[in-house]
Protein backbone atom coordinates (compact mmCIF):
# COMPACT_ATOMS: atom_id res chain seq x y z
CA UNK A 1 0.00 0.00 0.00
CA UNK A 2 1.31 3.58 -0.86
CA UNK A 3 1.32 4.89 2.66
CA UNK A 4 0.91 9.20 2.84
CA UNK A 5 1.89 11.65 5.27
CA UNK A 6 -0.23 14.60 3.67
CA UNK A 7 1.88 17.23 5.57
CA UNK A 8 4.99 15.66 3.18
CA UNK A 9 3.58 15.44 0.35
CA UNK A 10 2.70 17.89 -2.62
CA UNK A 11 -0.62 19.66 -2.43
CA UNK A 12 -1.15 18.46 -5.95
CA UNK A 13 -1.02 14.78 -5.33
CA UNK A 14 -2.81 15.22 -2.51
CA UNK A 15 -5.73 16.75 -4.38
CA UNK A 16 -5.28 13.86 -7.26
CA UNK A 17 -5.65 11.39 -3.99
CA UNK A 18 -8.95 12.72 -2.57
CA UNK A 19 -10.15 12.67 -6.02
CA UNK A 20 -9.47 8.97 -6.56
CA UNK A 21 -10.91 7.64 -3.38
CA UNK A 22 -13.53 10.30 -2.45
CA UNK A 23 -15.25 8.98 -5.46
CA UNK A 24 -17.71 8.89 -7.69
CA UNK A 25 -18.79 12.55 -6.30
CA UNK A 26 -21.91 14.26 -7.43
CA UNK A 27 -21.59 17.29 -8.74
CA UNK A 28 -23.37 20.78 -8.32
CA UNK A 29 -23.81 22.53 -11.40
CA UNK A 30 -24.09 26.00 -9.56
CA UNK A 31 -25.31 29.30 -10.70
CA UNK A 32 -24.53 32.60 -8.34
CA UNK A 33 -25.40 36.28 -9.98
CA UNK A 34 -22.66 39.44 -8.52
CA UNK A 35 -23.93 41.82 -6.94
CA UNK A 36 -24.04 44.06 -10.26
CA UNK A 37 -26.06 41.37 -11.52
CA UNK A 38 -23.74 39.50 -14.04
CA UNK A 39 -24.67 35.57 -14.43
CA UNK A 40 -22.38 32.80 -13.25
CA UNK A 41 -22.47 28.98 -13.57
CA UNK A 42 -19.68 26.58 -12.70
CA UNK A 43 -19.50 22.81 -11.73
CA UNK A 44 -18.51 21.90 -8.30
CA UNK A 45 -18.21 18.15 -6.99
CA UNK A 46 -16.55 18.48 -3.68
CA UNK A 47 -20.48 18.32 -3.38
CA UNK A 48 -22.93 16.53 -0.92
CA UNK A 49 -26.40 16.74 1.24
CA UNK A 50 -25.96 16.77 5.22
CA UNK A 51 -29.15 17.43 6.30
CA UNK A 52 -32.34 17.21 5.86
CA UNK A 53 -34.57 18.82 8.72
CA UNK A 54 -33.58 21.69 7.82
CA UNK A 55 -32.34 20.52 3.97
CA UNK A 56 -28.74 21.68 4.02
CA UNK A 57 -26.24 20.90 1.14
CA UNK A 58 -22.69 21.90 1.21
CA UNK A 59 -20.62 22.79 -1.91
CA UNK A 60 -16.98 23.82 -1.76
CA UNK A 61 -15.54 26.27 -4.18
CA UNK A 62 -11.86 26.01 -3.22
CA UNK A 63 -9.17 28.93 -3.84
CA UNK A 64 -7.02 28.11 -6.64
CA UNK A 65 -4.31 25.92 -6.14
CA UNK A 66 -2.16 28.35 -8.54
CA UNK A 67 -2.20 31.26 -6.84
CA UNK A 68 -4.58 30.67 -3.91
CA UNK A 69 -7.53 33.18 -5.71
CA UNK A 70 -11.12 32.97 -4.91
CA UNK A 71 -13.66 31.51 -7.72
CA UNK A 72 -16.18 33.96 -8.80
CA UNK A 73 -18.75 31.13 -7.46
CA UNK A 74 -17.62 32.29 -3.64
CA UNK A 75 -17.46 35.98 -4.57
CA UNK A 76 -20.92 35.90 -5.46
CA UNK A 77 -22.52 33.68 -2.83
CA UNK A 78 -20.76 36.25 -0.25
CA UNK A 79 -21.88 39.33 -1.96
CA UNK A 80 -25.74 38.10 -2.53
CA UNK A 81 -26.27 34.40 -0.49
CA UNK A 82 -28.19 33.27 -2.60
CA UNK A 83 -27.53 29.91 -5.75
CA UNK A 84 -29.81 27.51 -7.33
CA UNK A 85 -27.64 24.10 -7.34
CA UNK A 86 -28.53 21.65 -10.33
CA UNK A 87 -27.66 18.19 -10.64
CA UNK A 88 -26.06 16.98 -14.00
CA UNK A 89 -27.12 14.45 -16.14
CA UNK A 90 -25.32 12.70 -18.99
CA UNK A 91 -27.04 14.58 -21.70
CA UNK A 92 -25.74 17.93 -19.94
CA UNK A 93 -22.03 16.67 -18.98
CA UNK A 94 -20.17 18.13 -21.78
CA UNK A 95 -21.89 21.63 -21.63
CA UNK A 96 -21.12 21.74 -17.66
CA UNK A 97 -17.46 20.72 -18.44
CA UNK A 98 -17.43 23.72 -20.62
CA UNK A 99 -19.01 25.80 -18.08
CA UNK A 100 -16.44 25.05 -15.91
CA UNK A 101 -13.38 26.86 -18.04
CA UNK A 102 -11.90 29.79 -15.86
CA UNK A 103 -13.63 32.64 -17.86
CA UNK A 104 -13.37 35.95 -16.48
CA UNK A 105 -15.89 37.55 -14.25
CA UNK A 106 -17.96 39.44 -16.31
CA UNK A 107 -18.54 36.49 -18.64
CA UNK A 108 -21.79 34.46 -18.41
CA UNK A 109 -21.10 30.54 -18.91
CA UNK A 110 -24.62 30.18 -19.12
CA UNK A 111 -23.95 32.04 -22.96
CA UNK A 112 -20.65 30.07 -23.04
CA UNK A 113 -22.26 26.93 -22.43
CA UNK A 114 -25.36 27.25 -24.26
CA UNK A 115 -27.34 25.80 -21.63
CA UNK A 116 -30.92 27.83 -20.89
CA UNK A 117 -31.37 29.77 -18.13
CA UNK A 118 -34.62 30.06 -16.17
CA UNK A 119 -36.17 32.27 -14.05
CA UNK A 120 -36.19 31.06 -9.94
CA UNK A 121 -39.06 31.56 -7.50
CA UNK A 122 -37.75 32.52 -4.42
CA UNK A 123 -33.92 33.60 -5.32
CA UNK A 124 -32.10 35.39 -7.53
CA UNK A 125 -29.94 33.28 -9.86
CA UNK A 126 -31.40 31.82 -12.99
CA UNK A 127 -32.22 27.42 -12.78
CA UNK A 128 -30.67 25.62 -15.74
CA UNK A 129 -33.64 23.99 -17.86
CA UNK A 130 -31.84 21.20 -18.85
CA UNK A 131 -31.75 20.03 -15.33
CA UNK A 132 -34.44 17.76 -14.50
CA UNK A 133 -33.16 18.16 -10.77
CA UNK A 134 -33.03 21.94 -9.02
CA UNK A 135 -32.48 23.41 -5.68
CA UNK A 136 -32.86 27.18 -4.90
CA UNK A 137 -30.82 28.08 -2.20
CA UNK A 138 -29.75 30.51 0.22
CA UNK A 139 -25.97 30.76 1.46
CA UNK A 140 -26.23 29.68 5.68
CA UNK A 141 -22.94 29.72 6.14
CA UNK A 142 -19.52 30.10 4.53
CA UNK A 143 -16.45 28.38 6.15
CA UNK A 144 -13.19 28.82 5.14
CA UNK A 145 -10.73 26.33 5.68
CA UNK A 146 -7.47 28.01 5.20
CA UNK A 147 -5.62 30.61 2.77
CA UNK A 148 -3.33 28.93 0.63
CA UNK A 149 -3.66 27.51 -2.33
CA UNK A 150 -6.89 24.46 -2.91
CA UNK A 151 -7.85 25.33 0.52
CA UNK A 152 -11.74 24.46 0.56
CA UNK A 153 -14.56 27.13 1.41
CA UNK A 154 -17.60 25.13 2.36
CA UNK A 155 -20.70 27.02 1.38
CA UNK A 156 -23.72 25.76 3.81
CA UNK A 157 -26.59 26.34 1.07
CA UNK A 158 -30.33 26.05 2.87
CA UNK A 159 -32.56 24.65 0.31
CA UNK A 160 -35.36 26.77 -0.29
CA UNK A 161 -36.95 25.26 -3.14
CA UNK A 162 -36.94 21.91 -5.00
CA UNK A 163 -37.90 21.32 -8.54
CA UNK A 164 -37.84 17.96 -9.69
CA UNK A 165 -39.37 16.95 -12.97
CA UNK A 166 -42.24 14.29 -11.94
CA UNK A 167 -41.32 11.80 -14.90
CA UNK A 168 -37.61 11.17 -13.24
CA UNK A 169 -40.18 9.14 -10.11
CA UNK A 170 -41.58 5.92 -10.36
CA UNK A 171 -44.12 5.25 -6.99
CA UNK A 172 -42.52 7.88 -5.23
CA UNK A 173 -38.49 6.48 -5.49
CA UNK A 174 -36.29 8.96 -8.01
CA UNK A 175 -35.42 6.29 -10.70
CA UNK A 176 -31.88 6.38 -11.51
CA UNK A 177 -31.60 5.05 -15.39
CA UNK A 178 -34.66 8.62 -15.81
CA UNK A 179 -32.04 10.62 -14.39
CA UNK A 180 -29.12 8.99 -15.61
CA UNK A 181 -26.82 11.28 -13.14
CA UNK A 182 -22.96 11.71 -14.25
CA UNK A 183 -20.51 11.66 -11.18
CA UNK A 184 -17.00 12.57 -10.72
CA UNK A 185 -14.07 10.40 -10.32
CA UNK A 186 -10.18 10.58 -10.09
CA UNK A 187 -8.25 12.94 -13.33
CA UNK A 188 -10.80 13.30 -16.32
CA UNK A 189 -12.96 10.05 -15.76
CA UNK A 190 -16.61 10.17 -14.87
CA UNK A 191 -19.27 7.66 -14.33
CA UNK A 192 -22.48 7.39 -15.24
CA UNK A 193 -24.83 6.20 -12.74
CA UNK A 194 -27.38 4.65 -14.69
CA UNK A 195 -27.67 1.06 -16.86
CA UNK A 196 -25.13 -1.82 -15.61
CA UNK A 197 -23.55 0.49 -13.33
CA UNK A 198 -26.39 0.71 -10.91
CA UNK A 199 -27.90 -1.73 -8.10
CA UNK A 200 -29.44 -2.53 -5.23
CA UNK A 201 -28.74 -3.44 -1.75
CA UNK A 202 -31.58 -3.83 0.60
CA UNK A 203 -31.32 -2.84 4.11
CA UNK A 204 -30.38 -5.81 6.56
CA UNK A 205 -33.40 -6.69 8.36
CA UNK A 206 -33.90 -5.86 12.18
CA UNK A 207 -31.81 -7.97 13.85
CA UNK A 208 -29.01 -10.05 11.32
CA UNK A 209 -26.66 -12.87 12.40
CA UNK A 210 -23.71 -11.18 11.05
CA UNK A 211 -20.64 -12.86 10.56
CA UNK A 212 -19.84 -14.51 13.16
CA UNK A 213 -23.38 -16.16 12.91
CA UNK A 214 -22.29 -18.66 9.72
CA UNK A 215 -21.09 -21.56 10.59
CA UNK A 216 -17.29 -22.08 10.25
CA UNK A 217 -17.47 -24.69 7.24
CA UNK A 218 -19.28 -21.86 5.14
CA UNK A 219 -17.55 -19.06 6.34
CA UNK A 220 -14.57 -20.10 4.81
CA UNK A 221 -15.40 -21.77 1.66
CA UNK A 222 -12.80 -20.49 -0.84
CA UNK A 223 -16.20 -20.19 -3.53
CA UNK A 224 -18.18 -17.58 -1.91
CA UNK A 225 -17.05 -14.34 -1.60
CA UNK A 226 -17.35 -11.44 1.46
CA UNK A 227 -20.48 -10.12 -0.57
CA UNK A 228 -22.33 -13.84 -0.56
CA UNK A 229 -21.35 -14.28 3.03
CA UNK A 230 -22.74 -10.80 4.06
CA UNK A 231 -26.34 -11.47 2.11
CA UNK A 232 -26.20 -14.63 4.22
CA UNK A 233 -25.25 -13.51 7.29
CA UNK A 234 -27.74 -10.77 6.95
CA UNK A 235 -30.42 -13.79 8.04
CA UNK A 236 -32.29 -13.57 11.35
CA UNK A 237 -30.83 -17.52 11.56
CA UNK A 238 -29.31 -20.24 9.76
CA UNK A 239 -32.03 -22.47 8.73
CA UNK A 240 -32.62 -25.64 9.46
CA UNK A 241 -30.46 -28.18 7.79
CA UNK A 242 -33.05 -30.77 6.88
CA UNK A 243 -35.47 -28.30 5.43
CA UNK A 244 -32.85 -27.56 2.91
CA UNK A 245 -31.64 -30.54 2.16
CA UNK A 246 -35.14 -31.12 1.15
CA UNK A 247 -35.56 -28.43 -0.78
CA UNK A 248 -32.22 -29.11 -2.68
CA UNK A 249 -33.39 -32.91 -3.23
CA UNK A 250 -36.82 -31.69 -4.62
CA UNK A 251 -34.87 -29.72 -7.74
CA UNK A 252 -35.22 -32.18 -10.59
CA UNK A 253 -32.25 -33.37 -12.60
CA UNK A 254 -31.97 -32.10 -16.31
CA UNK A 255 -30.72 -35.12 -18.52
CA UNK A 256 -27.50 -35.15 -20.54
CA UNK A 257 -26.11 -33.09 -17.26
CA UNK A 258 -22.50 -32.55 -17.68
CA UNK A 259 -19.60 -29.89 -16.53
CA UNK A 260 -19.76 -27.71 -19.65
CA UNK A 261 -23.73 -27.39 -19.47
CA UNK A 262 -23.51 -26.78 -15.31
CA UNK A 263 -21.48 -23.38 -16.54
CA UNK A 264 -23.74 -22.72 -19.34
CA UNK A 265 -26.41 -22.26 -16.87
CA UNK A 266 -24.34 -20.67 -14.52
CA UNK A 267 -23.75 -17.93 -17.76
CA UNK A 268 -27.29 -17.34 -18.51
CA UNK A 269 -27.81 -16.72 -14.25
CA UNK A 270 -30.02 -19.66 -14.39
CA UNK A 271 -28.98 -20.98 -10.72
CA UNK A 272 -31.81 -23.15 -10.46
CA UNK A 273 -31.25 -25.77 -13.49
CA UNK A 274 -27.64 -25.14 -12.65
CA UNK A 275 -28.05 -26.47 -9.13
CA UNK A 276 -30.28 -29.75 -10.81
CA UNK A 277 -27.36 -30.03 -12.97
CA UNK A 278 -24.77 -30.36 -9.90
CA UNK A 279 -26.79 -32.57 -8.57
CA UNK A 280 -27.02 -34.98 -11.46
CA UNK A 281 -23.00 -34.62 -11.50
CA UNK A 282 -23.08 -34.98 -7.70
CA UNK A 283 -24.76 -38.89 -8.69
CA UNK A 284 -21.46 -39.43 -11.16
CA UNK A 285 -19.15 -38.60 -8.16
CA UNK A 286 -17.86 -35.40 -9.53
CA UNK A 287 -14.96 -34.21 -8.07
CA UNK A 288 -14.93 -30.74 -6.95
CA UNK A 289 -19.01 -31.04 -6.47
CA UNK A 290 -18.77 -28.79 -3.19
CA UNK A 291 -17.73 -26.17 -5.67
CA UNK A 292 -20.07 -26.78 -8.15
CA UNK A 293 -23.15 -26.60 -5.37
CA UNK A 294 -21.47 -23.25 -3.97
CA UNK A 295 -21.00 -21.75 -7.23
CA UNK A 296 -24.98 -22.17 -7.96
CA UNK A 297 -25.50 -20.20 -4.79
CA UNK A 298 -23.24 -17.43 -5.51
CA UNK A 299 -24.47 -16.91 -8.53
CA UNK A 300 -28.35 -16.78 -6.91
CA UNK A 301 -26.94 -14.48 -4.79
CA UNK A 302 -24.91 -12.08 -7.41
CA UNK A 303 -28.15 -12.14 -10.14
CA UNK A 304 -31.16 -12.28 -7.83
CA UNK A 305 -30.18 -11.85 -4.18
CA UNK A 306 -31.80 -14.81 -3.89
CA UNK A 307 -30.47 -15.70 -0.01
CA UNK A 308 -33.29 -18.59 0.49
CA UNK A 309 -32.11 -20.16 -2.48
CA UNK A 310 -28.60 -19.44 -1.83
CA UNK A 311 -29.06 -20.86 2.06
CA UNK A 312 -29.97 -24.28 1.26
CA UNK A 313 -27.59 -24.67 -1.29
CA UNK A 314 -24.85 -23.77 1.07
CA UNK A 315 -26.14 -25.97 4.03
CA UNK A 316 -26.80 -28.54 1.30
CA UNK A 317 -22.84 -28.26 0.18
CA UNK A 318 -21.47 -28.36 3.39
CA UNK A 319 -24.12 -31.25 4.80
CA UNK A 320 -21.13 -33.80 5.79
CA UNK A 321 -19.66 -31.05 7.84
CA UNK A 322 -22.65 -29.48 9.89
C1 LIG B 1 -16.97 18.20 -12.91
C2 LIG B 1 -16.18 19.32 -12.26
C3 LIG B 1 -16.14 19.41 -10.89
C4 LIG B 1 -15.44 20.46 -10.27
N1 LIG B 1 -15.41 20.52 -8.92
C5 LIG B 1 -14.82 21.58 -8.31
C6 LIG B 1 -14.87 21.70 -6.89
O1 LIG B 1 -15.43 20.87 -6.17
N2 LIG B 1 -14.28 22.78 -6.34
C7 LIG B 1 -13.66 23.74 -7.10
O2 LIG B 1 -13.18 24.70 -6.53
N3 LIG B 1 -13.61 23.63 -8.43
C8 LIG B 1 -14.17 22.60 -9.06
N4 LIG B 1 -14.16 22.50 -10.42
C9 LIG B 1 -13.54 23.58 -11.19
C10 LIG B 1 -14.46 24.80 -11.30
O3 LIG B 1 -15.66 24.44 -11.98
C11 LIG B 1 -13.75 25.89 -12.10
O4 LIG B 1 -12.66 26.36 -11.34
C12 LIG B 1 -14.64 27.04 -12.50
O5 LIG B 1 -13.95 27.84 -13.44
C13 LIG B 1 -15.05 27.92 -11.36
O6 LIG B 1 -15.89 28.90 -11.89
P1 LIG B 1 -16.17 30.31 -11.25
O7 LIG B 1 -14.85 31.04 -11.11
O8 LIG B 1 -17.08 30.95 -12.24
O9 LIG B 1 -16.81 30.10 -9.93
C14 LIG B 1 -14.78 21.43 -11.06
C15 LIG B 1 -14.81 21.31 -12.46
C16 LIG B 1 -15.49 20.27 -13.05
C17 LIG B 1 -15.51 20.14 -14.53
Given at each position: ???????????????G???????????????????????????????????????????????????????????????????????????????????????????????????????????K?????????????????????????????????????????????D???????????????S??????????????????????????????????S????????????G?????N?????????????P????E???????????????????????????????????????????????????????????????
Amino acid sequence: MLSVDPKQAPIKDIHGYLLGGAAPRPIALVSTVSSSGARNLAPFSFFNAFSANPPLVVFSPSRRLRDSTVKDTYTNLLETKECVIQAVTYDMSQQVNLASAEYDSEVDEFVKSGLTPIESEVVKPPRVKESPYQMECKLERMISLGTGGAAGNLALCEVLRFHIDENMFDKGVMQPDRLDLVARMSGAFYCRASGAAVFRIPRPGKSPMGFDGLPECIKSSPTLTGNDLAQLAGEESVPNLADACAAVEAVPQPSGASEESFYRFLDNLDYKQALGTARALDGQNHSDITRLYELAAHCALESAGDTEFAWNVALYARRASL
